[in-house]
């Protein structure tokens, strides 16, 4: 029998509706998937490919607000209490309402840890302590671009967890896991910190090569693709999606 690889799983709330991104999540869960990342539609995520920069757009375009991403939140974690839910957002959009307002709602929610990746961990505006003033975790974000010194500063500060974004530009191009990506991640767990990794990761093969180095494997622009390919159909939409997350989660 396969080994089973931890999944963290990328969601856009509300995408391509409500009823078929909660049927999207199911279909994750049903899959395999450890962690729901659930990302809050932002009109201009810098570090997001084509597939989910479209995603959220369709999304906005029906008025979509924060309040809503949030209920949307909420109805997952009420059906799975859980299963951990990561939010995943942009800095603006937590900072206009306040940090501290922004964390208690997604702590009210089940949100169990924020995921900022343009909030520096060393200039986090308040985030790290905020999140733990409403018992969730603040999860920065490593990339292969940062110096080293710096990154040796990220993995010595403490952080239960580190995201490792595993090369730098945007998701959901594809990524090879190479020697270099190994080191990556061991300089980013070097100081205790558990480590996410991910960034294009879309087969078995590549979560297979990762999953013993990290804490969990993370994927999202190939879940994104198969949603837009099957949003016609939520029963399709459902199979594909699970399939996906279990070849992610089943391959050794």
């Known amino acids: 029998m396969n080994e089973k690889i931890k999944l963290m799983s990328h969601l856009v709330a509300g995408y391509p509706t409500d009823e078929y991104a909660l049927t999207a999540a199911r279909a994750l869960i049903a899959g395999g998937a450890d962690i729901l990342e659930i ?9 997001d490919g084509p597939a989910i920069q479209g995603a959220c757009t369709q999304v906005l375009s029906r008025g979509y607000k924060t309040a809503d991403g949030l209920k949307f939140i909420e109805t997952i974690h009420k059906e799975f209490p859980d299963i951990p839910i990561y939010l995943m957002s942009y800095a603006s959009l937590i900072y206009t309402p306040g940090i501290e307002t922004f964390c208690k709602k997604a702590a009210q929610v089940g949100v169990k840890g924020m995921i900022i990746p343009d909030l520096p961990f ?19 974000v490593a990339a292969p671009s940062m110096s080293r010194e710096r990154l040796e500063k990220m993995a010595k500060a403490g952080f239960p967890y580190i995201y490792a974004a595993l090369r ?21 767990g070097q100081g205790g910190s558990k480590v ?39 029963d399709k939409l459902f ?3 699970e ?6 989660t089943h391959s050794n």
């Not at 594809?174 to 190994?182: K, V």
């Open 39 to 47: 990302q809050l539609p932002f009109s201009d995520p810098s570090a």
């Open 122 to 140: 060393d200039n986090d505006e308040g985030l790290t302590k905020a999140c733990q003033a409403n018992g969730m975790i603040n999860i920065p």
């Open 168 to 188: 730098t530009g945007i998701t959901g191009q594809d990524t090879q896991i190479d020697q270099a990506t190994l080191d990556f991640i061991k300089a980013v």
């Open 196 to 234: 996410y990794g991910g960034f294009g990761i879309s087969n078995g093969q590549q979560s297979a090569a990762l999953g013993h180095s990290v804490e969990a494997v993370v994927a999202g622009s190939v879940f994104v693709r198969t949603i837009t390919q099957n949003q016609d159909d939520k």
């Open 239 to 241: 199979q594909a999606v």
């Open 243 to 248: 399939a996906k997350a279990r070849e992610i």
